[in-house]
Nanobody
Framework: QVQLVESGGGLVQAGGSLRLSCAASGRTFSSHSMGWFRQAPGKEREFVAGISRSAVRSYYGDSVKGRFTISRDNAKNTVYLQMNSLKPEDTAVYYC?????????????????WGQGTQVTVSP
């Protein structure tokens, strides 16, 4: 397994941008496909974006397509989430997650390692 630590959250006005980072410990980061999820108060955890081991494939939730971009740097053991044109409804705790197999799952239950989360708040 890998240990994951997110950073980069904060408060931003609507229309602004943030870049989240997720640093992984260990030497097996490149063996994992990665995902970003988010959870707002009173709501279920939602798939945001996922990326394959070698970054050949990526997928996005419908609500963030065209605004968010997931990327990874295997040399730095880090996955990123660039968030542009932020909306108040993007407010949530954002989590990164890792799974061994290389298919990108939209289901949180398929991921075995999770970070502690980072808060993103978008003001109107």
């Amino acid at each position: 397994q890998v240990q994951l630590v997110e950073s980069g959250g904060g408060l931003v006005q609507a229309g602004g941008s943030l870049r989240l980072s997720c640093a992984a410990s260990g030497r097996t980061f490149s063996s994992h496909s990665m995902g970003w999820f988010r959870q707002a108060p009173g709501k279920e955890r939602e798939f945001v974006a996922g990326i394959s081991r070698s970054a050949v494939r990526s997928y996005y939730g419908d609500s963030v397509k065209g605004r968010f971009t997931i990327s990874r740097d295997n040399a730095k053991n880090t996955v990123y989430l660039q968030m542009n044109s932020l909306k108040p409804e993007d407010t949530a705790v954002y989590y990164c997650a890792a799974k061994y197999t290389d298919y990108i799952s939209f289901q949180a239950r398929d991921y075995h390692s999770w970070g502690q989360g980072t808060q993103v708040t978008v003001s109107p």
